[in-house]
Structure formats: C-alpha cells, structure tokens
C-alpha cells in the first residue's frame, strides 16, 4: 500500500485545516493509521493514531481537545482535522502505517509513509 497525505497549506492561529491520508494500491481498512510530525530542526514526533475500525483513537498532550483522527475505510481514506491551530503546529505532517503492530504511537513501528504536506501556521 502506498499512502498520500495532503491538505496541507496556510492557516491564520486559531483556524481549521483537514489533512488527508489516501491509500492506494492497497486497503487502509487493514492498518490502523497514525499522524506524526516535524518542525523544523526538531524530531519527529507522534500526533495521532487510530485502529483499523476507528473505534480507538490516541493523541499527543498537546493536540487532546484541537485535532480529531478519523478514517473512512469505504474512501480508502484517513483524516486529521486541525482546529484552533497554534503557531507551534507549523509542521510537515505524515501520515504512516505499522503494518505489524498496527495500533502504536512508536515511531519505529511504523513502515510505510506518506511523503508528507506542510502545515503553516501564521500569527
């Protein structure tokens, strides 16, 4: 499977943006999918993931209350909605999946990537 994540763009603090995750070449429905990032000159770092079903979800501290993970398998398709964005989410945002482990908010777990969309977020 390969994964397309797109969506991404300008955005003022304090507005939305959805973010999609296409699968192609494969069903999404088989993999739980999750949400990572990267600032600049920073790691890498876990967003939000959710199961195979979407019946259970995870996020980072920093994103409880903001972001929503969802999916709908019938589009093939996995989706992160960004509201009241703060200029700390400027970010490229990827999208991956474990094709082992599924469920996991661990980094090395993941295999397969998007090839990521860049969030900006201006004050």
């Known amino acids: 499977v390969q994964l397309q994540a797109s969506g991404g763009g300008l955005v003022q603090t304090g507005g939305s943006l959805r973010l999609s995750c296409a699968a192609s070449g494969g069903f999404l429905m088989n993999y739980g999918v999750g949400w990572f990032r990267q600032a600049p000159g920073k790691e890498r770092e876990f967003v939000a993931v959710?199961?195979?079903?979407?019946?259970?979800?995870d996020y980072a501290d920093f994103v409880k209350g903001r972001f929503v993970i969802s999916r709908d398998n019938a589009k093939n398709t996995a989706y992160l909605e960004m509201n009241n964005v703060e200029h700390e989410d400027t970010a490229v945002y990827y999208c991956g999946v474990s094709t082992r482990y599924g469920y996991t908010r661990y980094q090395p777990d993941y295999d397969i990537w998007g090839q990521g969309t860049l969030v900006t977020v201006s004050s």
């Open positions: 959710i199961t195979w079903n979407g019946d259970n979800t």
